[in-house]
Every structure is written in structure tokens, then in C-alpha cells.
């Protein structure tokens, strides 16, 4: 099983629609969450960080679930400019146990 | 406004070169990570230092070096190019605390011919 796993999309939703990714991590002692956006070979942009409790910037919210071990992303009304890969991002204590997953692909379509 | 600067952009050299790829910033963070990302795979850890004259191996190591000899910079250097390390390379640095999330250069996409 990988460290990190990601819905594997694409995901193709129309402008408006709500969006939900979710991501599965098996190191029970990872201590700190992350989400960020990719686009078309740029650099990853930090999107939001996930805490406990779940928080909301905007449209954005995440998710951890401890117990279950996965942590989501739900955008809602999307916007065209939210098409871009989305990467979730796992920390254990030490720095080499920083895990990217391998991105899920959103497209919004007009 | 601080930032995290990756030189040069492109590049393409030939095999069995020596390449240094130079990464800069000036958020006094205290760690810097090397990642190269290919089609197919997500992004690998190359090298990481947690400060001045610390480096460690990260994932994907072989046929790279860095060394840290101040806070702002650690450039990565591809001992004897292979075709294999073409790719798209990222620098990326954060504060302390395992907590604090990591901030990317732009990257530098490196062609091996």
C-alpha cells in the first residue's frame, strides 16, 4: 500500500458544481496535513493546511479523519480557475517523511 | 516581500556533464528540500538540510549532491548527467517545526540529451 494514495480522477464537473477528493495515508503518526494546487507543471502552491477540527477558507474546507486515516477537500461553485491538480500532503516528525501524493486532476468545464 | 528562487529555468546540457541547479531564499527558513517531479510519478525527495552544513539523502538521491553552506542556499548538482535525470526540478524551504507547510521555487526543467 502507498504512504499516500489519491482519488485517481480526472474529475470533470461543471462550473458551479461542489467537488469532493479525498486522500488515504497509512503512517498512523503523521502529525501534520496539507493541501495544495498544481498547475500545468508549475509549482505546487500551498492551498490550505488541515487541522483536527476541519476548517474553511472561502469555498474550501478540510477534513481529517484520524481514525480512518484520509483527510478531504471539498470545493464548492467551482470556478474555472480551479482547474489544476490538487495534492495532498502528509508530515510525519521527521522532514523525510514529508509524502506528496501523486495529485487527483480537477477540470471545470464552462 | 521574502521568496524562494530557482536558476537557471530551463536548461539543456548533455550527458555526462556536471549541472548545478541554484536555489535561493530569503525566508531565513531553516530547512531547504530538493524534489524532482515526472510525468507519472508524484514528487520525489532528492535532498533535504535541516540548516548549515546538514544535508541528508532523500528518496531519490543517486548521482546528486547539495551542500549548505549558508541559510539562503542549497544548490543541487547532478554529478555526471544521465538522460535519466531529465526532469522538472523544485527547491522548496520551510521554517522549523514539522508543522509549517513548504514553499516552492518555480522550478527548473533540465533536459539531458
Known amino acids: 500500500r502507498k504512504e499516500v494514495e489519491q482519488d485517481p480522477g480526472p474529475f470533470n464537473v461543471p462550473e458551479g458544481a461542489t467537488v469532493a477528493f479525498n486522500c488515504t495515508y497509512s503512517n498512523s503518526a503523521s502529525q501534520s496535513f496539507f493541501w495544495y494546487r498544481q498547475d500545468c507543471r508549475k509549482e505546487p502552491k500551498l492551498l490550505m493546511s488541515?487541522?483536527?477540527s476541519g476548517n474553511e477558507d472561502g469555498r474550501f474546507t478540510a477534513q481529517l479523519n484520524r481514525a480512518s486515516q484520509y483527510i478531504s477537500l471539498l470545493i464548492r461553485d467551482s470556478k474555472l480557475s480551479d482547474s489544476a491538480t490538487y495534492l495532498c500532503v502528509v508530515n510525519s516528525a521527521s522532514y523525510d517523511k514529508v509524502i506528496f501524493g501523486p495529485g487527483t486532476s480537477l477540470s471545470v468545464i464552462p | 516581500d521574502a521568496e524562494i528562487t530557482q536558476s537557471p529555468r530551463h536548461k539543456i546540457t548533455e550527458t555526462g556533464r556536471q549541472v548545478t541547479l541554484a536555489c535561493h531564499q530569503t525566508w531565513n527558513h531553516n530547512n531547504m528540500f530538493w524534489y524532482r517531479q515526472d510525468l507519472g510519478h508524484g514528487l520525489r525527495l532528492i535532498h533535504y538540510s535541516y540548516g548549515v552544513q546538514d544535508t541528508n539523502k532523500g528518496e531519490v538521491s543517486d548521482g546528486y549532491s547539495v551542500s549548505r553552506s549558508n541559510t539562503e542556499d542549497l544548490p543541487l548538482t547532478l554529478e555526471s548527467a544521465a538522460s535519466s535525470q531529465t526532469s522538472v526540478y523544485f527547491c522548496?524551504?520551510?521554517?522549523?517545526?514539522?508543522?509549517?507547510?513548504?514553499?516552492f521555487g518555480d522550478g527548473t526543467r533540465l533536459s539531458i540529451l
Open positions: 522548496a524551504s520551510s521554517a522549523g517545526h514539522p508543522n509549517q507547510p513548504q514553499h
Open positions: 488541515v487541522y483536527s
